[in-house]
Nanobody, 124 residues
């Protein structure tokens, strides 16, 4: 499975960005996709995830109410709409796939495939 993330960029606080992640290659009958991020000097952290089966979503407390994750089954694409961005959202954002399970979890080690990352910079 190859994951191609895009949509990062620079924006002022309060602005919006939409990240996209296209999955290609081997497919699975059931899986979950998620976004993680790594800010400078910090550990990688879970941002949001979606079950490819029933579309259930999970968000970290830090982005709940501001970010929305969605999927387009036909395009094998997951999106992360980010609104009301804050400087603390500055990070490299990674998409990830957890194969053979529709359950979204927050631990990075449970995901099997990773995209290359896209940089989001929010200035104050």
């Amino acid at each position: 499975v190859q994951l191609q993330a895009s949509g990062g960029g620079s924006v002022q606080a309060g602005g919006s960005l939409r990240l996209s992640c296209v999955a290609s290659g081997r497919t699975f009958s059931s899986y979950a996709m998620a976004w993680f991020r790594r800010a400078p000097g910090k550990e990688r952290e879970f941002v949001a995830g979606v079950s490819w089966g029933d579309g259930r979503t999970l968000y970290s407390d830090s982005v709940k109410g501001r970010f929305t994750i969605s999927r387009d089954n036909a395009k094998s694409t997951v999106y992360l709409q980010m609104n009301s961005l804050k400087p603390e959202d500055t990070a490299v954002y990674y998409c990830a796939v957890r194969r053979l399970s529709v359950v979204v979890v927050t631990t990075a080690r449970d995901y099997d495939y990773w995209g290359q990352g896209t940089l989001v910079t929010v200035s104050s």
